[in-house]
């Protein structure tokens, strides 16, 4: 995304309705990132680059969590 990113856009969306749930779905697995996404609205983090070699099961139960009101990181962090 030009001039910004994903978990900008989410921060702006959970301060704007906040009934909204979230999920990062993100290549980095750095740990700082990772936090920094939950602590700007983030209910959930999936892997990309697991989902792009074809494993969509984190994403599912990522989505599934985080529609249920639970949060989601995926194994790899």
């Not at 910004?4 to 969306?13: A, D, I, P």
């Not at 959930?44 to 994403?59: I, N, P, Y």
Request: aromatic share 14%; glycine share 14%; proline share 3%.
């Amino acid at each position: 995304m030009p001039g910004t990113n994903g978990v900008n856009v989410l921060e702006y969306w959970r301060e704007s309705w906040p009934q909204i749930r979230g999920i990062v779905f993100s290549g980095h697995t750095d740990v700082d990132r990772v936090r920094g996404a939950f602590q700007r609205g983030a209910l959930g983090d999936v892997f990309k680059g697991d989902v792009f070699k074809g494993d969509v099961s984190e994403l599912i139960d990522g989505i599934w969590a985080v529609a249920t009101g639970e949060y989601f990181l995926s194994a790899r962090f």
